[in-house]
């Protein structure tokens, strides 16, 4: 299995614009999360998905911040506009689903730097 | 708040010797308990997970939980330079599969 793959790897962007971040999970697994981590607030989850319905989205920062799945390979996340403060890793992770013991896979992460 | 504490570290030890990562939580519903390993740079990665009180051990591994202390650790036999790491704790949150991350635990074994 190729894993968990993350588009792109780095993004270098200046303040206000756009930022597009994508992510495939691992066929087959039903849940998918986006986490940031810095190194201040260490790795924090901002929203999870379960079957492609997002399911606690209390981790979205703000309004600037918003994730979409729209089918069970494909997730995004888009920060606009995009502000100094959100440079961080942004890492995707899935699982095989909702057990007690399901694990989650992490992607290599996106490194995002807001000029 | 859920909340999952670690010392930050480091952790130094020599080679060859054992490793205690510490991890206490907030959450008294929670029932599984996962370990992952970070290098800098890189993603984490699972070493193990644990979800009953006692002892389980994967090779060179063991993880300890305690419920009612609230308390999981892992514990790292003839530490290798190559599992110079961040060690990050994770909680499974009561009623969702989502985790609780710890900030982490820096670990540094020198030859």
């Known amino acids: 299995d190729a894993g968990v793959i993350q588009s792109p790897r780095h993004e270098v962007t200046e303040m206000g614009q756009e930022v597009t971040l994508r992510c495939k999970p691992i066929?087959?697994?039903?849940?998918l999360f986006w986490y940031r981590q810095t190194m201040m607030r260490g790795l924090e989850l901002l929203i999870y998905?379960?079957?492609?319905?997002?399911?606690?989205d209390s981790g979205m920062p703000e309004d600037r911040f918003s994730a979409k799945m729209p089918n069970a390979s494909f997730s995004t996340l888009k920060i606009q506009p995009s502000e100094p403060r959100d440079s961080a890793v942004y890492f995707c992770?899935?699982?095989?689903?909702?057990?007690?013991?399901?694990?989650?896979?992490f992607g290599p992460g996106t490194r995002l730097t807001v000029l | 708040q859920k909340e999952v504490e670690q010392n930050s570290g480091p952790l130094s030890v020599p080679e060859g010797a054992i490793a205690s990562l510490n991890c206490t939580y907030s959450?008294?519903?929670?029932?599984?308990f996962f370990w992952y390993r970070q290098y800098s740079g890189k993603s984490p990665e699972l070493i193990m997970f644990i979800y009953s009180n006692g002892d389980k051990e994967d090779g060179r591994f063991t993880a300890q939980l305690n419920k009612a202390s609230q308390y999981v650790s892992l514990l790292i036999r003839d530490s290798q330079p190559s599992d110079s790491a961040t060690y990050l704790c994770a909680v499974m949150n009561s009623g969702y599969s989502t985790l609780t991350f710890g900030k982490g635990t820096m670990l540094l074994v020198s030859p």
């Open positions: 992770a899935s699982s095989p689903g909702t057990g007690l013991t399901d694990t989650q896979y």
């Open positions: 998905f379960n079957n492609n319905v997002p399911i606690d």
């Open positions: 066929s087959g697994h039903n849940s």
């Open positions: 959450d008294r519903g929670s029932q599984s």
